[in-house]
């Protein structure tokens, strides 16, 4: 890809082909580029996998957004679009738009299972956990049982929304591939439990479509959510200003209660971030330096006990 100064940009893909022929899993990272999780996850699992032992091949992209990799932001520096809103991408728009074509063209479309590996960046924080499509078919039917092989502490279940488009998930969705994605707190560091968690995740999801011999390693019990999870619908700060939570991650809510505070520079509260809904806490503000607009967190409900 040519970018406007003449520059070439290129993407690294890896691609591990096993000894006999069989499905394809798409690993991709760094769809953010404030999101480190998943490259060391990729690069691990990639490193250590005996090709002798896999069915099938492994295509992976450690980093799909490389100028926001870069600048260690979510969003690209060149056009300033949010990689994971604009899939299946254009072959003829924005640099992000061009990335997100070649992503779909040449890794997700070859794919049959595509797991995504995301973390909360530097400004949220989230729960390690997988997500899924919650829904009465077939297609989601085998995404919830990956999830639960995958063995993170929590697993978060989708119902459709038509409205959340332009992720590399929808795009699966829409092509019929079944697809999981991660999240873990993030805050720009690597932590090795998120690190165990994804390298052990991707190893499950391998047993579990048959693509390495044997069986999932069981993970904790999980907890198991049920909500959207766009996060484009958080609530929003109000003001500009110091963020303090009174909650924390995975807490239990209810209507009314009072999540945080906003203070302006001399400690006053110019603002309470009330819920406007019970249910679990999966998504908070991590970075206190806040301006209006900014999301502040996400409020989801839980599966109903068996």
């Known amino acids: ?3 406007p100064d003449g520059s070439e940009l290129a993407l690294p893909l890896l691609e591990r082909a096993g000894a006999q022929p069989g499905p394809t899993l798409a690993l991709l990272a760094g769809v953010h580029g404030d999101e480190y999780e998943g490259v060391q ?7 250590t996998l005996d090709p002798a032992r896999l069915i099938g091949t492994i295509l992976a992209v450690p980093v799909c957004n490389v100028p926001a990799y870069l600048a260690a932001t979510r969003c690209s520096p060149l056009d ?14 924005t640099a992000t738009e061009r990335i997100a074509h070649v992503v779909t063209e040449h890794v997700i479309k070859r794919a049959d299972f595509l797991l995504d590996l995301h973390s909360a960046g530097i400004a949220y924080s989230m729960p390690t956990l997988v997500g899924y499509a919650h829904e009465e078919t077939a297609l989601g039917w085998t995404a919830r ?13 989708h119902p459709p929304d038509p409205t959340a488009t332009g992720r590399t998930v929808s795009t699966a969705q829409a ?10 707190p993030g805050a720009g560091r690597v932590q090795p439990s998120d690190l165990a968690c994804f390298t052990r995740g991707i190893r499950n999801l391998l047993h579990f479509l048959e693509m390495l011999p044997g069986d999932p390693e069981p993970g904790p019990g999980p907890l198991h959510l049920l909500g959207g999870g766009n996060l484009d619908r958080t609530p929003r700060a109000g003001v500009s200003g110091y963020f303090v939570s009174d909650v ?9 209660q009072r999540l945080g505070r906003i203070l302006d ?4 509260t110019v603002e309470e971030i009330i819920a406007s809904r019970a249910g679990r806490v ?7 330096r806040v301006f209006a607009g900014d999301g502040i967190c996400l409020i989801t409900g839980e599966l109903p006990a068996d």
């Open 1 to 3: 890809m040519t970018l």
């Open 41 to 47: 996850a990729i690069h691990e699992v990639m490193r």
């Open 80 to 93: 300033g679009a949010n990689l994971a809103r604009v899939f299946p991408g254009d072959p003829y728009g």
């Open 145 to 157: 049982e990956a999830a639960l092989a995958f063995g993170a502490p929590v697993v978060w279940g």
């Open 175 to 184: 092509l019929g591939v079944p697809w999981l994605y991660t999240e873990a």
């Open 248 to 256: 924390d991650l995975l807490a239990q809510v209810q209507v009314g």
């Open 265 to 268: 520079p001399w400690g006053d």
């Open 282 to 288: 999966v998504m908070l503000r991590g970075l206190p």
